[in-house]
């Protein structure tokens, strides 16, 4: 049978009633040196070497029985883990668990799962759930112990050396801060079942976190958990998220920013670029320079700006939209074709729809300002027509664009 997963680490907490709870189970000893995980002691004749490892939120595996099966069911919350080894001749793993679950059992606990070596039980008491596994190989006991809770944001306000739209994890303080005007950096994406790297240039900061001396440590779950909120908040788009990671892009006042988050507890890396962004031209095309580039290819491209992963049109897309009114004013005989495209990161089908509800807005706009409807239509290509790479900050910026077709 596997160990059961945990996630948890070192930090010395008290848990109020749960430690009532469990100080008949104690040697007076052991409640003075607090090395056991309320709401259970530990057996006669074992020893913890250290404190408890503890995370003021992490997230654990435990395996329930479900039927004839078993699943696992991921828990989190404040976690408590503590090993403990003989001090003379080791019980059997009978006896271990025997004792165990005769604790649990008068505390009230739920046993969800048992073996040879583990027991799983749930403990409900005012109001609180908590958690227990025990593991057991005669020479080693591991314990853990999780009161569930909901997450609470900590990311304290940017400031100091951290980057200007986030924070840090209290506790963590910046080593080191690496920031050029113009660099590159690789951001892992989603796409589809697999992943893929993707180079962004622009203005680089990173930044390396790491624990205050003595100070607490948090799990990577809670890490990547308080960035993740920040963002979102910021109204990012999660590229990508797994345990230790989470890469984001968002808009700040028309500035596209990439961020990747890497943790491993003792060690927070937060990276942000400020994509360069790309200009088609200074100023918007002319009506008439439409009308030609129409005449020849029957296709015109037009860099409007929308709102960040929105279908709504920024203040500075009226004048190339006006000129695209002046163009179908001229020739009373000309339909287009108004098409969507979007580079390609982040979901395909989602690029599609925002693709054709982009297409969707200028349509309507062009219709407010007087041209029939049955001579435009829209149609959201999503990432399917790239007219440049989208492996640079450069190409990506030239397929996020509008394209008129003569119909």
Not at 95 to 122: C, M, P, W
Request: aromatic share 6%.
């Amino acid at each position: 049978m596997r160990r059961l997963s945990i996630s948890v680490s070192l930090k010395t907490l008290r848990w109020g009633t749960l430690a009532l709870l469990a100080a008949a189970a104690l040697t007076p000893a052991q409640a003075a040196e607090n090395a056991d995980c309320p709401p259970v002691g530990s057996l006669p004749g074992y020893a913890a070497g250290d404190a408890p490892t503890q995370r003021a939120y992490a997230g654990v595996d435990f395996t329930v029985k479900k039927g004839d099966d078993t699943e696992t069911v991921n828990v989190a919350g404040r976690s408590c883990t503590q090993s403990y080894t003989p001090t003379g001749d080791a019980s059997s793993d009978l006896e271990i668990q025997d004792n165990y679950r005769s604790q649990l059992d008068g505390l009230g606990a739920e046993t969800l799962f048992s073996d040879d070596n583990h027991t799983v039980a749930k403990l409900d008491k005012g109001g609180a759930e908590t958690w227990i596994a025990i593991y057991s190989q005669e020479t080693e006991i591991d314990v853990t112990v999780v009161e569930k809770q909901a997450f609470k944001p900590t990311l304290t306000a940017s400031s100091g050396k951290d980057y200007p739209l986030l924070g840090h994890m209290p506790g963590y303080v910046a080593d080191n801060v690496n920031k050029k005007k113009f660099d590159q950096d690789s951001f892992t994406v989603q796409d589809g079942d697999d992943t893929k790297d993707v180079n962004v240039q622009g203005g680089l900061y990173q930044i390396v976190y790491t624990p205050k001396d003595g100070g607490p440590v948090s799990s990577d779950l809670e890490i990547q958990s308080n960035y993740r909120a920040a963002l979102q908040a910021l109204g990012a788009e999660i590229l990508f998220a797994d345990g230790n990671h989470t890469v984001a892009r968002l808009d700040k006042d028309g500035q596209d920013i990439w961020v990747k988050v890497y943790s491993q507890e003792t060690e927070i890396d937060v990276s942000t670029v400020e994509e360069k962004p790309f200009e088609a031209s200074i100023k918007p095309p002319k009506a008439d320079a439409l009308a030609a580039a129409l005449a020849d290819k029957g296709v015109v491209s037009l860099y409007i700006n929308f709102d960040f992963d929105k279908a709504t049109l920024r203040p500075d897309a009226a004048p190339i939209i006006a000129q695209v009114v002046a163009l179908l004013k001229n020739d009373a005989g000309l339909k287009l074709e108004v098409d969507g495209n979007t580079d390609n990161i982040g979901g395909h089908d989602y690029n599609v729809t925002l693709s054709q509800q982009r297409a969707e807005t200028v349509v309507a706009a062009l219709e407010g300002a007087g041209i029939a409807a049955d001579r435009l239509s829209a149609v959201g290509n999503g990432p399917d027509k790239p007219i440049a790479d989208n492996d640079d900050s450069r190409g990506r910026a030239q397929n996020r664009r509008v394209d008129l077709v003569k119909m």
